[in-house]
């Protein structure tokens, strides 16, 4: 009985460890919003800003489609917001993107 215990005890630390392994291997990796690159700052802005428009245009699509807005308010949102949706994505993939100095080009040969 005593074996199953300590076996049991080994594998649950061993499953500890698997999980935990990830956030113990690279201490020096950006933590904080702040510690990020201008630029990569800036694409996450972009890329925040187009979710929260497409998220509105699903929204108003489904009260739309479900009575909560009329055919004529529908209209009149959903033009701006596919233009503000369009803007972003445009300018998420203008913005420039921040090689990362720790991933290496491999060659095949």
Same mark, same amino acid.
Request: net charge negative; aromatic share 2%; proline share 11%.
């Given at each position: 009985m005593s074996v199953w215990l300590v076996l049991g005890a080994l594998l649950a630390v061993a499953?500890?460890?698997v999980v935990s392994l990830?956030?113990?291997r690279?201490?020096?990796?950006p933590e904080r919003l702040d510690e990020l690159a201008?630029?990569?700052r800036r694409?996450?802005?972009?890329?925040? &800003? =187009? *979710?929260?428009v497409l998220a509105a245009l699903k929204e108003l699509e489904f009260d739309h489609r479900t009575g909560k807005i009329s055919d004529e308010d529908y209209r009149e949102l959903v033009g701006p917001l596919r233009r503000q949706a369009a803007e972003a994505l445009r300018a998420l993939?203008?913005?420039p993107? &921040? =090689? *990362?100095?720790d991933v290496?080009?491999?060659?095949r040969g």
């Open positions: 499953a500890v460890l990830p956030f113990l690279n201490p020096d990796a201008p630029s990569e694409r996450l802005e972009l890329a925040e &800003e =187009r *979710d929260r993939e203008r913005a993107k &921040e =090689r *990362d100095p290496r080009l491999r060659v």
